[in-house]
């Protein structure tokens, strides 16, 4: 079929980049693959190739960019350190990419107020060293912590080891300012710990992964650093059941513990192959756990109701370095997994109370299915990583595999809880809106979507499908 086209690429290129006053626009194939080439969004050719890649460094820019998306009908995917797992800012056939990466300022650090304000570039683990040379710190710590950015953060709601004390990044953010698509700026939320006025739509913004506006300033809460010794250990026990009941008990306990991480025996195994260490001797899963501004009292509650729920070879230290061998070897779980097999991981969240549950369930699966799933996470918030693996002689995901992911989905939607509990939607979970939210809230997201952006040019079939 014949498309009489208005522009050709030529002219729209060319408006685009008399748009970019600040920024750089980037055309060539090499950069547009680095970019947004993502084998499981484009099937594995060039079809999804971005038709271009724009660095914006400053409002103007976001503006200018939006404007020629608008002309022109063109989707634009929202990106800045591009670390996202599900899909959520790979680059889809003709759109333009949106970097903030290179608005990565921290415009300040505010004692007084217990505040930061900050571009979206900026890298999460650089906000909190900053702050902590002024006697604060960034409460959020995702795994990607030293290459994730906070506008990122932000989009997704990211979480992390420490939500279990300090919440995710949604508890932690004040207040955003943004570009909407018809150009206008807005204001959202502001520095003040309490806001009351009007709906809140700072946090509408927070998970809403760049389908309703380009977030370019965000303000976030700082916290003390806590007076008192840092207490890191390990604990084993038989099985996943039997550490998420001992973890349940801990966090009722009010010693307010800021990690509570989880690896099952084969995450235990892979890890000792990783680290050449002998953790899988002991027993059959590992609780790594941290308390911040410990007393010899906390301490003495958590060792007490480690051993009444089953906690074997436990071992707590206060030494840093111990410490800090003992957070790589949580940041290390992920690689020590992936090395040398295909895998998905996968991002649940469980009411507390199921957490048990559904890591026997998972364990029970695996074993039905003939499969190895890998299953771990951060425990203290009922945050589930199951890794699901097979050969690398098989580029394709097997069939058995995606039923075992479908069967895990329904089982924790079942089981009341939400499949997707800090990595986002993206484009992998988007056709999961439906059986997750209900038609209502469906129809209801989409509504909210379309007053946004009516022309869809947001991050299209991310978020909502």
């Known amino acids: 079929m014949t498309v009489f086209s208005a522009y050709s690429d030529e002219e729209i290129l060319a408006d685009l980049k008399s748009q970019v006053v600040d920024g750089t626009v980037a055309t060539d194939t090499a950069t547009l693959q680095e970019q947004s080439f ?3 969004a484009t099937g594995g050719d060039n079809s999804g190739l971005a038709r271009a890649f724009v660095e914006v460094a400053s409002v103007t820019d976001i503006q200018g960019v939006l404007h020629v998306a608008r002309k022109y009908h063109i989707a634009i995917i929202p990106q800045t350190t591009a670390t996202s797992t599900v899909i959520g800012s790979d680059g889809i056939a003709g759109a333009i ?8 300022e921290i415009l300040e650090i505010s004692k007084e107020d217990s505040v930061a304000v900050v571009q979206p570039g900026v890298v999460n683990g650089n906000l909190d060293k900053a702050a902590r040379k002024q006697g604060l710190f960034y409460a959020p710590d995702p795994g990607s912590k030293p290459i ?4 990122g953060n932000v989009s997704t709601n990211a979480g992390g080891m420490s939500t279990v004390r300090f919440g995710a990044t949604k508890d932690n953010v004040l207040g955003v300012k943004a570009v909407l698509a018809d150009g206008r700026v807005v204001k959202l939320g502001g520095r003040t710990l309490k806001q009351a006025f009007g709906y809140d739509l700072t946090q509408l913004f927070v998970g809403s992964e760049g389908t309703l506006g380009i977030i370019y300033e965000i303000t976030v809460k700082l916290m003390p650093i806590p007076l008192g010794k840092s207490v890191m250990g390990v604990a084993f026990f038989d099985d996943m059941g039997a550490l998420a009941k001992a973890v349940t008990a801990v966090r009722m306990s009010g010693v307010y513990p800021s990690m509570l991480e989880a690896l099952d025996g084969n995450t235990v195994v892979a890890l000792d192959r990783f680290e050449d260490t002998h953790y899988a001797d002991n027993s059959g899963s590992m ?7 410990s007393s010899d009292e906390s301490v003495q509650v958590l060792n007490d109701l480690l051993a009444e729920y089953g906690g074997q070879h436990v071992q707590v230290t206060t030494d840093p370095e111990e410490q800090a061998g003992l957070s790589k070897l949580r940041q290390d779980m ?6 040398g097999q295909n895998h ?14 559904m890591m026997d369930y998972l364990q029970d699966l695996g074993k039905e299915m003939g499969i190895k799933i890998y299953t771990a996470g951060h425990a203290g918030d009922g945050n589930v990583h ?3 693996v097979w050969s690398k002689d098989e580029p394709e995901t097997p069939e058995v595999i995606i039923e075992a992911l479908r069967k895990t989905f329904w089982k924790t939607l079942e089981l009341g809880g939400t499949i ?3 990595h986002a939607v993206g484009m992998l979970k988007n056709q999961w809106n439906n059986p997750e939210l209900g038609e209502t809230v469906d129809l209801l997201q989409h509504q909210i979507k379309d007053l946004f952006d009516p022309m869809n040019l947001l991050n299209p079939k991310r978020k909502i499908d």
């Open 38 to 40: 993502n084998s499981r």
């Open 97 to 104: 990419i949106l970097s903030t990466r290179k608005m990565n």
């Open 148 to 151: 994730s950015s906070i506008g």
């Open 287 to 293: 609780l790594i756990f941290r308390l911040d501004g």
């Open 334 to 339: 992920l690689p020590a997994v992936f090395a």
């Open 344 to 357: 998905l991981m996968e991002d649940m969240a469980m009411p507390l109370s199921q957490l048990a549950p």
């Open 386 to 388: 199951p890794t699901f």
């Open 420 to 422: 997707s509990g800090e």
